[in-house]
C-alpha cells in the first residue's frame, strides 16, 4: 500500500492527528517573535534555532491537542520555525499541518505546496503534494489538483507513487482516459499494484465498461484477500448495474475486511442508511468520522443520518464541518437548508444556505430540483410571519 494512502477526498488529518512530525509553509504573514527566539543566545546558528523553535511549537501542539484545535499562538510558533528555516521541509510541512488542523483550508493548500516545492526529503514533499492535491479536490479546483501532480512527480520522479495521485485525481475530476493511463503506467512497472488494478477499474467503469472493471476488480482481491479496496471496487460495479444486494455483500465484506478503513466504513453506512438502517447507519459513519475526522463527505453523510433520528444540534455541527472541510461544495449547504428549515424552524438561516447552495453550484438546477420547492417554503414562511407581525 503506498504511503499516502488512497487519496480521493479523505487523505486528510489521519496524518494531520498524528503528531505532527513534520508539515508545511504557506505565505506567512509578518515574521512572528517567541519566547524560544528571544531566549536564543547570539551565537546559537540559524538553523539550530530553527529548531528550537520547531520543537517548542511541537510542543505547544501537543498541549493544544487536549483542549481543541491549535490556536493562533501555537500557529505562529510553527510560522516563526517556518519564516526561520525557510529551506526546510519539515518546518514547512508543520506550518502546514496547523493550519490543516485548525481549519484554514486555503493557507493550509498554500503551505504544503510551498512545502512540496521545496529541496531534499522526496517522500514529506510528496506527501505534501499529495495533501494539496485532495484540498484542491475538496474545493472543486481540478487545475490545482492537477499542478499539485507536477509537485508530486518533481518530488519522486522516478516512482510510481505520483501516477497514482495523477489516477486518483483525475478519477475526482471524472476524467476516465486519464486516469487508465496513468494507472496503465504503474501496472506496466508493476502488475500486482492493487492500488492501480483499483483505479484501473474504476476507470473502465467511468467509461461505461463495467464487465472489464468487475475483472480488474477481481484480479486485485485475488492478490491481497484481505484488502477492503478491491471490495469497494465491486460495490460500485454493483450499484452502477443497480444490484443492491450485491452491493450490500460487497460493503459489508470491505469494511469485515479492513475494521480501519473511512472510505470502507462510509460506504457501508451510506448504503445502510439508503436501506433504512439508521442506527447501525449511523455507528458506521461515527466511526468513519473518528478515522478520518477531515473528510468532508464522512461529515456529510453523518449530518444527514442524524437530522433524520430528531438529533439535530449534531447534525447542524457535523454538517457546518462539512461546509467548512469543502468550502466550494454545495450539497453541505443544501442539507443545512433543509435542516433550518424543517428541523429548526428557521426560514431566515434556510433561506441563506440555500442561496449559498445555488451559488456554489455550477451549473443551475433543473426545474425539478427540490432546491426550488425549499426556497419557495422559505419564502411563504417569512412572508406569512411578516403578515402576521403586521396584524400584530
Known amino acids: 500500500m503506498r504511503s499516502y494512502g488512497p487519496l480521493v477526498l479523505m ?26 527566539s528571544d531566549a536564543a543566545p547570539p551565537d546559537v546558528s540559524p538553523s539550530e534555532r530553527a529548531r528550537r523553535l520547531l520543537d517548542e511549537a511541537l510542543v505547544s501542539l501537543t498541549t493544544a491537542r487536549k483542549l481543541s484545535s491549535p490556536d493562533t499562538d501555537v500557529i505562529a510558533r510553527f510560522r516563526a520555525a517556518a519564516e ?26 498554500a503551505a504544503y505546496r510551498a512545502a512540496a516545492g521545496a529541496r531534499g526529503m522526496d517522500e514529506l514533499r510528496f506527501a505534501a503534494a499529495a495533501r494539496a492535491a485532495a484540498l484542491a479536490i475538496g474545493r472543486a479546483d481540478e487545475t490545482a489538483a492537477r499542478s499539485a501532480v507536477q509537485l508530486a512527480a518533481a518530488a519522486m520522479p522516478d516512482d510510481t507513487d505520483p501516477l497514482q495521485l495523477e489516477a486518483d485525481v483525475a478519477l475526482a475530476f471524472g476524467d476516465g482516459a486519464g486516469a487508465k493511463a496513468a494507472a496503465r503506467r504503474i501496472l506496466a512497472q508493476d502488475p500486482q499494484d492493487v492500488d492501480a488494478l483499483c483505479a484501473l477499474a474504476r476507470a ?29 471496487v465491486e460495490a460500485e460495479i454493483a450499484r452502477s448495474r443497480g444490484d443492491a444486494a450485491a452491493e450490500m455483500v460487497a460493503v459489508r465484506e470491505a469494511a469485515a475486511a479492513d475494521e480501519d478503513s473511512p472510505h470502507a466504513a462510509l460506504a457501508l453506512g451510506r448504503a445502510l442508511f439508503e436501506r433504512g438502517q439508521t442506527g447501525e447507519a449511523i455507528d458506521q459513519l461515527m466511526h468513519a468520522a473518528d478515522l478520518a475526522p477531515d473528510a468532508a463527505p464522512v461529515h456529510l453523510a453523518l449530518g444527514v443520518a442524524l437530522a433524520t433520528v430528531d438529533r439535530k444540534p449534531e447534525a447542524g455541527e457535523h454538517l457546518a464541518t462539512a461546509a467548512r472541510l469543502s468550502p466550494l461544495s454545495p450539497e453541505p449547504h443544501y442539507e443545512l437548508a433543509r435542516l433550518q428549515l ?3 424552524g428557521d426560514a431566515k438561516a434556510a433561506l441563506e444556505q440555500a442561496k449559498l447552495f445555488l451559488h456554489l ?10 432546491i426550488h420547492a425549499l426556497l419557495q417554503r422559505c419564502e411563504e414562511a417569512l412572508g406569512s410571519r411578516t403578515q402576521a407581525s403586521v396584524v400584530q
Open 204 to 232: 473502465h467503469l467511468a467509461l461505461g465498461s463495467p464487465g472489464t472493471a468487475r475483472v480488474l476488480a477481481l484480479r486485485a482481491a485475488q492478490i491481497d484477500k484481505t484488502d477492503s479496496r478491491p471490495l469497494l
Open 11 to 36: 487523505f486528510a488529518a489521519a496524518a494531520a492527528s498524528a503528531a505532527p512530525e513534520v508539515p508545511t509553509k504557506a505565505p506567512p504573514p509578518a515574521a512572528m517573535k517567541s519566547p524560544a
Open 361 to 370: 453550484s455550477t451549473k443551475t438546477p433543473p426545474p425539478g430540483h427540490p
Open 342 to 344: 424543517d428541523g429548526l
Open 84 to 109: 526561520m528555516a525557510k529551506d526546510s521541509v519539515p518546518a514547512l510541512f508543520d506550518y502546514a499541518v496547523a493550519l490543516d488542523r485548525a481549519g484554514t483550508l486555503v493557507e493550509a493548500e
